[in-house]
């Protein structure tokens, strides 16, 4: 009987709960583990991008991580070609939003609109949830430093420390164990590498991307000439595995 939802994106089951929307949770506990955290000085996210073959020319760009605006980045888990479409919306709606006021759009402003649009494809007829969830990192004058993490039913929350993707509730039981609201930047690093790295199928993480599983990290800093977006070389992301001791020398 359960069965008569499964194809539904509108109907709930007699549970109450919309299967297809649970099927696209599902597609994103799948994906490479993501783990955003908020610092004293900043914000880091992770992300842990799998090579599923190497004969793949190595990507030009990070399919993980994305620049929204100059004030917001964002990491993505699920299927990238959603993820597209969605990052594609929200850097218009940053361009109009300047356009319009003059000034940055507030970073909690632009994810209630993205999840509005998403929410959208969980309540018409003929469409089906996007298959992605987000973890949003970001400053503007009325907030400071924010974290956020959207689903793909809409919801959104904002976060001192989160992980999302695969092994997810091992991911945030080592937060929970770890995470310090104190913290300096570089324990932040630290602390992000060591829960991508205790969340893989691997014992020997590297960033290098020629091998199966990659390492990407990204800062995001404030400073009187801005807000700053930094993604870690890989020379870097190697030299803070071997500093905490999460890979063989």
């Known amino acids: 009987m359960s069965r008569r939802y499964d194809s539904k994106t ?18 994103i506990n799948n994906a490479g583990s993501t783990v955003g955290v908020l610092c004293s000085e900043g914000i880091v996210i992770g992300a842990e991008r799998k090579q ?7 990507s030009k760009y990070s399919e993980k991580m994305y620049q929204i605006d100059s004030h917001i980045v964002c ?12 990052i594609n919306y929200a850097r218009n709606m940053c361009q109009n ?10 970073v909690e402003q632009l994810v209630r609109q ?11 007829g003929g469409l089906r949830p996007f298959g992605v969830s987000f973890l949003y990192a970001g400053w503007d004058p009325i907030y400071g430093s924010q974290l956020y993490c959207s689903d793909p039913s809409g919801n959104y929350l904002g976060w001192k420390a989160i992980a999302i993707g695969a092994n997810n509730q091992s991911a945030s ?8 609201e104190n913290c300096s930047l570089r324990q932040a690093l630290g602390l992000v590498a060591k ?5 893989m199928d691997t014992t020997t993480p590297t960033p290098d ?5 990659v390492v990407e990290l990204i800062t995001v800093t404030k400073s009187e000439k801005g807000v700053h977006y930094k993604a870690l070389s890989d020379e870097e992301v190697q030299g803070l595995l071997q500093e905490f001791n999460l890979v063989n020398q």
Not at 98 to 106: G, R
Not at 195 to 199: A, E
């Open 52 to 58: 599923t073959s190497k004969l793949l020319e190595r």
């Open 209 to 213: 991307k020629s091998k199966n599983y």
């Open 97 to 106: 939003y300047q356009f319009s006021y003059h000034q940055q759009i507030p």
């Open 195 to 199: 829960v991508i790295c205790k969340s």
């Open 10 to 27: 509108t109907t709930f089951n007699p549970q109450g709960r919309l299967m297809q929307v649970e099927y696209a949770m599902e597609a």
């Open 173 to 180: 039981g080592i937060l929970k164990q770890d995470y310090d």
């Open 75 to 86: 990491a993505a888990a699920g299927l990238t070609a959603d993820a597209n479409i969605l």
């Open 114 to 124: 993205l999840c509005n649009a998403k929410q959208g494809y969980t309540q018409h």
